[in-house]
């Protein structure tokens, strides 16, 4: 099995390939060791000492680190829980887990105007930031705000505020004139 990596615009997050689908649909973040309980890979990882965040995307695992580790001393141990995981034949989320990912559920009268910016995220906005091995989902509008969660190599990127506020929210005010602005959410 042959595994590559690539870096991301986190310099605290690296992205592994290894070549085999990781999760048929969707995303999966673990954003601490706790909520890593569903997924014996997850939980493999978190094994790594210095490992403090896993993402999960339809190809790709991303792989947060704690600031004062070095890639160079976690990258072979990360690599060899990747591929002992996918050996052993074991699952990458438990059967039977509620697998999440996806855009939240929106109640209220602007309905109309989120189904197009949950257009807009799914078309334009989750593929390119699936390449920088995160992903960014819809949280709520609210008087033309929207609220979006930042997940894997997103989380606490350097440049994340500058994607927000000079990408998405343009594109989304370009295309959807009811969007005022576009904020960050911790879930």
Known sequence: MFIQTESTPN????????????????TADFPSSDAAGSSPLAQRLFSVSGVTGVFFGNDFVTVTKEEAV????????ILGAIMEHFQSGQPVISDGAVQAGG???????DGEIVIQ???LLDSRVRPAVAQDGGDITFHGFDRGVVYLHM?????????????????????????????TEVRPVAV
Request: hydrophobic share 35%; glycine share 10%; charged share 20%.
């Open 70 to 77: 070095d890639w160079d001393h976690l990258k072979p141990a």
């Open 151 to 179: 997940q894997g190599a997103c989380a606490g990127c350097p440049s994340s505020t500058l994607t927000l506020k000079m990408g998405i929210e343009n594109l989304l005010r370009h295309y959807i004139p009811e969007v």
């Open 103 to 109: 855009h939240a559920d929106h109640d209220g009268e």
């Open 11 to 26: 310099p605290a997050t690296l992205k592994f390939l290894p070549g085999l689908t990781v999760l048929e649909m969707g």
């Open 117 to 119: 910016i949950k257009e």
